[in-house]
């Protein structure tokens, strides 16, 4: 590969792939903890009994907010760019072609936009899209499950936990230029 300034040139569909590759790999080894950490929450009056095997969900959530984040780090189409080879190679996992793929994660970042507004903090929006996708509403104490909402110290915490599950693009272009993979 050619560097300019001892950064590596890397196509988009290239960023694609190893944020895809490395994001489904987390998910799977990271959601056992996260099944441990919810269930065993002292803010559940009872458990919620999260599966380990249950982390289709929320890899759709971390998917959905991830992509949330692109738009920061990448401009002028580019990010879309990546965005559109992430789906195509995410399809797959969840047996899907990328155009019901396109649908579900716009279907999952209006979920988490609703759930979380006023605020437009994707992090906190990750969180409270758990929540309620986990139906965890219903192990909370009477207070807060008639209220309909998270308590706040649960969310606190698991918004700590889900820094995790955010991929560090500043990093990533620290070390990359990514270029349209139609250039390379």
């Known amino acids: 590969m050619l560097t300019i300034f001892g950064k590596k040139k890397i196509t988009s569909e290239r960023t694609a792939h190893i944020f895809s590759h490395n994001i489904v790999e987390t998910v799977e080894k990271g959601f056992k903890e996260l099944a441990g950490f919810i269930n065993d929450s002292p803010e559940f009056v009872k458990s919620p009994n999260v599966r380990e095997e249950d982390y289709g969900k ?21 990010d879309q760019e990546i965005i559109q080879y992430c789906i195509e190679k995410l399809a797959p996992v969840f047996d899907m072609t990328p155009a019901e793929l396109g649908v579900k994660v716009k279907e999952y970042k209006d979920f988490m936009s609703r759930v979380n507004s ?26 807060f499950s ?13 918004d700590e936990f889900m820094k995790n599950f955010i991929w560090d693009w500043e990093a990533f272009n620290e070390k990359y230029k990514v270029i349209a993979t139609t250039a390379a």
């Not at 992090?123 to 207070?143: G, V």
């Not at 008639?146 to 698991?158: D, E, G, H, S, V």
């Open 58 to 78: 929320f890899l759709m959530i971390v998917i959905a907010g991830n992509f949330s984040y692109i738009p920061q780090h990448f401009k002028d189409g580019q």
């Open 118 to 143: 006023p605020s437009k903090n994707t992090l906190y929006a990750m969180s409270r899209a758990i929540f309620y996708k986990y139906d965890l509403c219903a192990c909370q104490d009477e207070y």
């Open 146 to 158: 008639q209220m309909n909402t998270a308590n706040p110290i649960f969310l606190k915490n698991l």
